[in-house]
């Protein structure tokens, strides 16, 4: 179908004069919706249409649960999908609602039994693999996709989730990239991908490539709310107030009631006519970027890096807080890596030592005593285990909190002392550790 054709098309009258339902119709309502957005209000039309209907039959009620799902409405798609028709296309969509309710075992389950109802194999078995993976179920996850073999590995969707699980595994970023990289090139339109190749920019300080990606990412069809949120804050970093807000709003379209998004719409709104210095603002993102590079970027002697990685050294940033004299008194770290080192914040028009006074406090230590060696591991696991959104993730980094146990010896007064770290980013952290049991110093 052109895009033409999809412009002209009248989704509402699509949906309730079909009366089979199957994988290529949702495929076409998703192009339709993802090419013009004003699709969007006819499906949630032709739902409501349907909610309304008594003498819905259970084919017809299967049709409804899938078009709630892909309208976000989780909940209500998992109830009707219960008392649809039991087909392989009714299973499945209910393993995809238990899976967004992070339902990962009845998820898992639900795949089983769709699969044997005759829905895609292969499909079904990489969305069990992402099920473990969400459940934290990594070996698990790598696992079944290690025995996915045929023309499935060479799909988008199977690219992605090995991406995603190699990146849950850590340290192996560049074959993430690069999976992620070969998910695009298969299907450009690639939601998962797009999202998962913007965070890994982001984390590498391409704020510019990270933008763009989550951009596209966005214009898909159902679009994940991460990418939404994350676009929306990276526009508010730019003082793009009004595609802030849109963002927001697409959230808000899906999810009414959700309370962050309401926030952030709220805090966008009313910074939307922010008078600032487009110039300065401009200077403070270039160096920003700069800053947050890996020192790994760079053409470093194995000398310098490996004295860098024992100091604790990663960024450009970590550099200009360091002084020559404390590069000097490192072990096996002389004149001629110092001259290197220079070279390099030269270059960036930078030295080191000139953010000395940005360094990193000391916290009060944190008495683990009373903790098992399973709580005590808890402590040492990276920040990035919590899934904090964009915002959260940036104060972290000004912070230069690495842990969860660097994160607990914070308080919240300090935690909102940060540049654009609002009480709604302070409360998320606290939500995200009080699910693991933990909470803020003087919490």
Not at 364 to 390: F, K, M
Request: charged share 30%.
């Amino acid at each position: 179908m052109s895009e033409v054709e999809l412009d002209v098309l009248d989704l509402k009258e699509l949906i309730l004069s079909n009366n089979s339902f199957g994988p290529s119709d949702v495929a076409e309502i998703r192009q339709a919706i993802a090419e013009n957005y004003g699709h969007f209000a006819e499906l949630r039309d032709a739902v409501g249409e349907m909610e309304n209907d008594e003498a819905l039959t259970p084919a017809g009620k299967t049709k409804m649960g899938v078009c709630q799902f892909l309208l976000g409405r989780f909940r209500s798609a998992l109830d009707t999908l219960r008392v649809a028709d039991g087909s392989a296309t009714a299973l499945f969509y209910q393993a995809r609602s238990q899976f967004e309710l992070s339902q990962y075992d009845e998820a898992i389950s639900l795949y089983e039994q769709s699969k044997k109802a005759g829905y895609n194999e292969d499909q079904c078995k990489i969305y069990i693999a992402e099920s473990h993976r969400y459940a934290g179920r990594i070996d698990q996850a790598m696992l079944l996709l290690d025995d996915i073999f045929g023309p499935a590995e060479q799909t988008s969707e199977y690219m992605y989730q090995r991406a995603a699980t190699v990146a849950a595994v850590g340290g192996r970023r560049d074959e993430a990239i690069a999976l992620y990289q070969r998910a695009i090139q298969t299907d450009e339109n690639h939601a998962g991908a797009l999202f998962g190749l913007a965070w890994e920019n982001e984390r590498m300080g391409n704020d510019d490539e990270s933008l763009r990606l989550y951009e596209r990412a966005a214009k898909a069809f159902p679009t994940g709310v991460g990418a939404l949120v994350n676009l929306g804050l990276a526009y508010e970093d730019r003082n793009e107030y009004d595609k802030a807000q849109l963002c927001y709003k697409r959230i808000l379209d899906a999810h009414p009631e959700d309370r962050r998004t309401q926030l952030y719409m709220k805090d966008a709104s009313a910074n939307g006519n922010l008078l600032y210095d487009e110039e300065a603002q401009r200077r403070n993102d270039r160096l920003a970027q700069i800053l947050g590079m890996p020192v790994t970027n760079f053409e470093l002697s194995v000398r310098s890096r490996n004295c860098l990685a024992k100091m604790g050294i990663e960024t450009i940033g970590d550099l200009t807080r360091t002084s020559e004299s404390e590069l000097l008194s490192s072990k096996n770290f002389g004149e001629t890596s110092l001259i290197e080192i220079r070279e390099v914040l030269t270059s960036k028009g930078l030295k080191l030592g000139q953010f000395a006074h940005e360094k990193k406090s000391v916290d009060p230590p944190v008495d683990t005593s009373h903790l098992s060696a399973d709580e005590q591991a808890l402590l040492e696991r990276p920040i990035s285990d919590l899934n904090l959104s964009v915002r959260a993730r940036k104060c972290m980094a000004r912070l230069q909190l690495n842990s969860i146990g660097e994160l607990i010896r914070k308080t919240g007064d300090e935690m909102l002392e940060c540049k654009n770290f609002g009480v709604t980013s302070l409360n998320e952290v606290r939500e995200k550790l009080t699910d693991l049991g933990l909470k803020l110093r003087g919490d």
